[in-house]
């Protein structure tokens, strides 16, 4: 190392007071190419704390001895911090003006003594106390369940009118019978023993059979009887109740069992459904017309939307409206007063849809006719095609055999045998239809089927043949004669065979006496 080396190290080293190797201290000013200034300030780089507790030292050298205080309670927080803070990092207090820095510290023994025991004590809390409490908790809760369970039950047995429970899963034109019989057993109405059953079939005067008139319900779903206001347009009636509700029996008695009330629907033919409010259908339909009191009774009719436009007022499609409700109980007087109300604002324009609904009926009954007819007079113009079609074949198949039989009868007539020499005939007598006697002569060897033949061909069919004729077999032609030939005595059937000759049958061989019959179709 030079000499002036040596001076620039001890310079660095007197105003840095540096306490890291002089091996470090050299590297460094060798990094910086022996430049004082730049080694300085690459060393508070490097080492920013250690350069502040050395400034501080300084400092605290020339300061007086008022600044004691203040580092005493430096050292006491420092030592408070290093005992309990949890972090490796803690403060180093800095000079006026410094920047913030950090000094990076392993944590005390005694702190991770104090942390572990702390770790300890709450793993052994959870265990002995935690633990138990949710064990002991999920069985109280389970005992409870169970409890709850079997009571329940028994309470709902001894007291089921206190308890409202929905009837799910059933038909809906069985819950509406259901629920005319609870009402007749609610009034205490029977039925006339003396009722015509042919009266029953009327969907407005049915009630006239029971002791006490009451409303016509109808007996079918929600869905139905909406389709039937709907398809007649006609008016609507919905009442709900409950069995259990205070004022059931005296709307009832005062509403829908007065000769008023019932004069009235019956006048305007007005349909009425019914429904307890325990039956699904019904509490649906509560649900639907947000109905909040009971016993209720809404009204329901077709109605129009009218739009003003610029070309005039635009109709949309008569849908079902709830044009009234009745909520709660109410004096009769108050519920036809508000039932007419609203017949009267809303019957005109509905005979209007009805109307309509009957014209367009009486148009659509009209169309379904003619295209019956139509379709009936193409349904005869078909089967007339298909017959004529049919006897148009027919006769073509008539013909095409005929001519297949003539051919065939020509090529017959033309391969019969002639009459053979005495010694080998066969001397055969035979009867014709007609009554007419022949005989003729055989040859022994020829087959029975020559027999059939000369009979079809000589005496049957009188077939002519002209030097024109092509005298061959037709093909695909299957003769078949139309009588059959029978011994005189004893009765037997002489039957057509291409393979037996004459001289092996003793029918006919060597003398026969022979009857011809036309078979029954011929």
């Keep these: 190392m030079f000499l002036e080396q040596e001076e620039i190290l001890e310079q660095f080293q007197n105003i840095s007071n540096c306490q890291i190797p002089v091996s470090e201290q050299i590297a460094l000013l060798e990094s910086v190419n ?5 080694a300085l300030i690459q060393y508070w780089q490097l080492y920013p704390r ?93 005992a409870l369940l169970v409890v709850i369970g079997g009571i329940v039950p028994i309470i709902m047995k001894l007291h089921p009118s206190r308890y409202h429970v929905i009837r799910k899963n059933a038909d809906p034109a069985d819950m509406a019978r259901r629920f005319i019989v609870d009402f007749d057993d609610l009034i205490g109405n029977v039925s006339r023993g003396d009722a015509d059953e042919d009266e029953t079939g009327d969907l407005i005067n049915q009630a ?20 039937f206001a709907k398809k007649d347009a006609r008016w609507l009636l919905l009442y709900i109740h409950s069995e259990n509700h205070q004022d059931t029996k005296n709307f009832i008695q005062d509403v829908l069992i007065s000769p008023e009330f019932l004069q009235f629907i019956r006048e305007k033919q007005i349909l009425i459904w019914g429904g307890d409010i325990k039956d699904s259908e019904a509490y649906q339909v509560a649900n639907q017309f947000k109905v909040t009191r009971l016993p209720f009774l809404g ?60 014209r367009l009926h009486n148009d659509r009954q009209t169309r379904q006719l003619q295209d019956q007819a139509y379709e009936n007079s193409l349904r005869r113009d078909r089967m007339r095609r298909m017959e004529e079609a049919l006897l ?9 055999a005929a001519t297949l039989r003539e051919k065939w009868l020509k090529w017959r007539k033309s391969t019969l045998l002639p009459d053979p020499e005495p010694a080998i005939a066969a001397r055969i007598a035979i009867r014709l239809p007609d009554g007419k006697r022949v005989r003729h002569n055989f040859d022994k060897n020829a087959k029975i089927e020559e027999i059939y ?3 079809e061909c000589t ?21 078949q004669y139309k009588f059959d030939v029978y011994t005189v005595y004893p009765r037997e059937k002489v039957v057509v065979d291409d393979e037996l000759s004459i001289a092996d049958s003793q029918q006919v061989y060597p003398d026969g006496n022979l009857v011809v019959e036309l078979n029954s179709e011929n």
């Design 453 to 455: 033949a000369f009979v």
């Design 50 to 142: 250690r350069a502040n507790f050395e400034r501080r030292d300084v400092n605290m050298a020339t300061d007086s001895s008022s600044n004691s205080a203040s580092n005493s309670a430096s050292n006491q927080r420092s030592w408070f911090s290093s005992l309990f803070q949890n972090s490796e990092e803690t403060y180093v207090p800095l000079m006026p003006g410094s920047f913030p820095i950090t000094e990076e510290r392993q944590p005390s023994k005694l702190h991770r003594i104090v942390n572990t025991t702390f770790k300890w004590l709450l793993d052994q809390l959870v265990l002995f106390v935690v633990v138990p409490l949710y064990v002991l908790l999920r069985i109280l809760g389970l």
């Design 34 to 38: 022996w430049n004082l200034e730049l």
């Design 459 to 479: 005496y049957l069919n009188n077939v002519e043949i002209s030097d024109s004729d092509t005298l061959e077999r037709p093909i695909g032609y299957n003769h």
């Design 392 to 400: 148009q074949r027919e006769r073509q198949e008539q013909t095409r």
């Design 208 to 227: 006239d059979m029971m002791e006490i008139q009451r409303p016509d319900f109808l007996e079918c779903s929600y869905s139905h009887a909406l389709h």
């Design 299 to 358: 009204m329901l009719c077709l109605t129009v939307n009218e739009t003003p436009t610029a070309s005039g007022v635009q109709q949309s499609d008569p849908i079902l409206s709830m044009v009234c409700k009745i909520q709660g109980y109410m004096p009769s007087a108050q519920v036809l007063s508000k039932l007419q109300k609203n017949y009267n604002k809303f019957n005109p324009k509905l005979e209007s849809i009805r109307a309509d609904v009957q």
